[in-house]
T-cell receptor, first 112, second 108 residues
Framework: DAGVIQSPRHEVTEMGQEVTLRCKPISGHDYLFWYRQTMMQGLELLVY????????DSGMPKDRFSAKMPNASFSTLKIQPSEPRDSAVYFC??????????FGDGTRLSIL | QKEVEQNSGPLSVPEGAIASLNCTYSDRGSQSFFWYRQYSGKSPELIMFIYSNGDKEDGRFTAQLNKASQYVSLLIRDSQPSDSATYLCAVSTDKLIFGTGTRLQVFP
């Protein structure tokens, strides 16, 4: 079975540019989560969806981040404008119930 | 106070020994508890979950939960060098909150 698929795997861009991260959840999973992981903060939940609707985005800086799930098999996380402090590994995870979650391989983002 | 606390380590144990990883949490309403393993440069991988007080065993892994003390632990018996990784404790109420992880090193 295909797991959670994220793209790109690596992204390097300059400060101020728009960044778009993509995620395809496991087929049939109703929940989709976006996390950010840094050495200092660990794994932080940014936003999660249930049946394509945003359930909680309290962890997401809303001035520059936006998340969408236009259909059950695709989600995006956009950062505009990007800043060096956004450099991190971004994980997408999906699940049938809220738990347990299955993680994608992550996108390693570097903002110069 | 962080919601989920773990000792960052590293915890170093010899091959064949028991590794004991500990986690405390602050929300008494927490219902579900998970242990994820994360190898360097990889994504977190679920290895154990526990919902009720007591012990739950799966192969070499045992998860222990004490809700009164707000404490959850993971024991790894017969530790192998391949167990060397960061172990993330995660606690769920309405959403999953992760600790920052404990790095385990198993040396031959």
């Amino acid at each position: 079975d295909a797991g959670v698929i994220q793209s790109p795997r690596h992204e390097v861009t300059e400060m101020g540019q728009e960044v778009t991260l993509r995620c395809k959840p496991i087929s049939g999973h109703d929940y989709l989560f976006w996390y950010r992981q840094t050495m200092m903060q660990g794994l932080e939940l940014l936003v999660y969806f249930n049946n394509k609707a945003v359930m909680d985005d309290s962890g997401m800086p809303k001035d520059r981040f936006s998340a969408k799930m236009p259909n059950a098999s695709f989600s995006t996380l956009k950062i505009q404008p990007s800043e060096p402090r956004d450099s991190a590994v971004y994980f997408c995870a999906s699940s049938l119930d809220p738990q347990p979650q299955h993680f994608g391989d992550g996108t390693r983002l570097s903002i110069l | 106070q962080k919601e989920v606390e773990q000792n960052s380590g590293p915890l170093s144990v010899p091959e064949g020994a028991i590794a004991s990883l500990n986690c405390t949490y602050s929300d008494r309403g927490s219902q579900s508890f998970f242990w994820y393993r994360q190898y360097s440069g990889k994504s977190p991988e679920l290895i154990m979950f526990i919902y009720s007080n007591g012990d739950k065993e799966d192969g070499r892994f045992t998860a222990q939960l004490n809700k009164a003390s707000q404490y959850v632990s993971l024991l790894i018996r017969d530790s192998q060098p391949s167990d060397s990784a960061t172990y993330l404790c995660a606690v769920s109420t309405d959403k999953l909150i992760f600790g920052t992880g404990t790095r385990l090193q198993v040396f031959p």
